[in-house]
């Protein structure tokens, strides 16, 4: 984005070692503000809760995770209709740690479905 003038110029230059430190700076004191960043909640019962707004959006995009499990799924149709097919990348610990992905991603989904309702509906 800084390349194409669309941030901070400075976040597009690397340092010595390779890497983008000031966009690193950058990230850290945004993710500083997101997590101090209070948030209140007042359930039907009344009673008040207060979080922060870095756990609401990581509940929110957490629960869009599963949404990529299809491609996963997918990939196992894949690999039993067409063995033979050309794969130029290879799923490291295939079937297991695309399974267990798939697994944890859908729990995941049904935990913050069960516990944190209102940011994951959002999600």
Request: with cysteine; net charge positive; charged share 20%.
């Amino acid at each position: 984005m800084a390349r194409d003038g669309l941030f901070f110029k400075s976040t597009g230059t690397l340092n010595e070692k390779g890497v983008p430190g000031s966009a690193l700076i950058y990230q850290g004191i945004w993710i500083t503000v997101l997590i101090l960043l209070r948030t209140r909640r007042v359930s039907g019962l009344g009673e008040i809760s207060y979080g922060n707004l870095y756990s609401d959006l990581l509940d929110t995009s957490s629960f869009g995770t599963p949404v990529l499990c299809p491609d996963d799924c997918r990939n196992f149709a894949l690999r039993r209709k067409r063995p033979d097919a050309d794969r130029p990348y290879k799923a490291p610990g295939y079937p297991f740690i695309p399974l267990l992905y798939i697994v944890a991603a859908t729990a995941t989904m049904f935990v913050l479905l069960l516990y944190q309702t209102q940011t994951a509906v959002a999600g």
